[in-house]
């Protein structure tokens, strides 16, 4: 099954590293999210460092908010 970058790319006539650079050229860190980025904040959201942490939407997206 393909991913969504190389279907863009497919339908683009462009070659495979193009879909990639699509999807990455808003991200401010410059990469896709990994399954340990989501991980880290849930381990902190579950331990005693954020017991004063209430009503919080805190969102892990590597900076694409900002574009």
Do not use: C
């Not at 399954?35 to 880290?40: I, L, M």
């Not at 902190?44 to 004063?52: C, I, R």
Request: proline fraction near 1%; aromatic fraction near 8%; charge should be negative.
């Amino acid at each position: 099954m393909k991913g969504l970058a190389e279907e863009l790319a497919e339908n683009a006539g462009k070659p495979a590293e193009w879909g990639w650079e699509q999807f990455t050229k808003d991200i401010s860190l410059g990469r896709l999210s990994e399954s340990e980025d989501v991980a880290k904040i849930i381990g902190f959201l579950a331990g005693s460092d954020s017991d004063y942490i209430t009503g919080q939407t805190i969102i892990v997206d590597g900076g694409m908010v900002f574009h």
